[in-house]
T-cell receptor, first 114, second 111 residues
Framework: AQSVTQPDIHITVSEGASLELRCNYSYGATPYLFWYVQSPGQGLQLLLK??????LVQGIKGFEAEFKRSQSSFNLRKPSVHWSDAAEYFCAVGGPANDYKLSFGAGTTVTVRA | SQTIHQWPATLVQPVGSPLSLECTVE??????LYWYRQAAGRGLQLLFY??????ISSEVPQNLSASRPQDRQFILSSKKLLLSDSGFYLC??????????FGPGTRLTVL
């Protein structure tokens, strides 16, 4: 079975400060990992993805994530947050072993204070 | 470029009434299509997915059903809505790449 845990329900960060969102996954084969962002009342936008190669992946909006197989983690980072980064962030796992069906974490809500 | 549409954007329905939500994709052919539900404060739950016309796989036993009458059209239905069917419904598609692309969603409130 595949699953994702996002341990932090809510994170508050000051504008200009760094941000790290945690994601732990369970998957029986080589995982395909994703981070999505959702603004209130909107659909999900893909930030970045990982399925092979360099374990540090770059995404849109200045985000990056690092895949650590030994820790079953795929944490999302941004060096300096902007007020527009306030949103809900979802980590997801899937892959060809399960028809690319995705399992999502419960999400982390990020609040940015001025 | 590819786009995905969902309608309606918002829907308020009484308990026991029928439901039909529609999702269409443009700019691609033979996509995999997915229906998710997002309850308040929770992640996304996969409800149905389809790899082709008339091919539907159900992930969670429930009051809902799905159909794919055309290659780029995916419909979510119910004969009688329950209060627990309230939520944010998202349609997604996947083409030849590994990621899924999401539509804008439909907010359903069952009263």
């Amino acid at each position: 079975a595949q699953s994702v845990t996002q341990p932090d329900i809510h994170i508050t960060v000051s504008e200009g400060a760094s941000l790290e969102l945690r994601c732990n996954y369970s998957y029986g084969a080589t995982p395909y990992l994703f981070w999505y962002v959702q603004s209130p009342g909107q659909g999900l936008q893909l930030l970045l993805k990982y399925f092979s190669g360099d374990t540090l992946v770059q995404g849109i909006k200045g985000f990056e994530a690092e895949f650590k197989r030994s820790q079953s983690s795929f944490n999302l980072r941004k060096p300096s947050v902007h007020w527009s980064d306030a949103a809900e962030y979802f980590c997801a796992v899937g892959g060809p072993a399960n028809d690319y069906k995705l399992s999502f974490g419960a999400g982390t809500t990020v609040t940015v204070r001025a | 470029s590819q786009t995905i549409h969902q309608w309606p954007a918002t829907l308020v329905q009484p308990v026991g009434s029928p439901l039909s939500l529609e999702c269409t994709v443009e700019g691609t052919s033979n996509p995999n299509l997915y229906w998710y539900r997002q309850a308040a404060g929770r992640g996304l739950q996969l409800l149905f997915y389809s790899v082709g016309i008339g091919q539907i796989s159900s992930e969670v036993p429930q009051n809902l059903s799905a159909s794919r009458p055309q290659d780029r059209q995916f419909i979510l239905s119910s004969k009688k809505l329950l209060l627990s069917d309230s939520g944010f419904y998202l349609c997604a598609w996947r083409g030849g790449s590994i990621e899924q692309f999401f539509g804008p969603g439909t907010r359903l409130t069952v009263l």
